[in-house]
């Protein structure tokens, strides 16, 4: 079992940064390939990050590709999504995901374990 919390959200003006931080509870974080995925109001859930269980590889939406950057430290069970370059339409809530297979996937319906989300807001 895996514990997902996000943190690192707020409201910033469009042009600016945030990093999101997910913290993971459970020995076997390292093992897992976690996911960032977004869902903003009215629309459905999107990815938007990935990366593999040992930082080897990384995958983006094509949104967000030279924007963001997806980082793992396996010694500290944590996840980050730095985000620069902040649109309007990058306001969602923003969750990580873990999945308990070997590879990581666009796709959320493959991820085990999910945080709560935290929202980001991009004003223009």
């Known amino acids: 079992q895996v514990q997902l919390v996000e943190s690192g959200g707020g409201l910033v003006q469009a042009g600016g940064s945030l990093r999101l931080s997910c913290a993971a509870s459970g020995r076997t974080f390292s093992s897992y390939p976690m996911g960032w995925f977004r869902q903003a109001p009215g629309k459905e859930r999107e990815f938007v990050a990935a990366?593999?269980?040992?930082?080897?590889?990384?995958y983006y939406a094509e949104s967000v590709k030279g924007r963001f950057t997806i980082s793992r430290d396996n010694a500290k069970n944590t996840v980050y999504l730095q985000m620069n370059s902040l649109k309007p339409e990058d306001t969602a809530v923003y969750y990580c995901a873990a999945r308990g297979g070997p590879l990581a996937t666009m796709t959320s319906s493959a991820y085990d374990y999910w945080g709560q989300g935290t929202q980001v807001t991009v004003s223009s």
């Open positions: 990366i593999t269980w040992n930082g080897a590889r990384r």
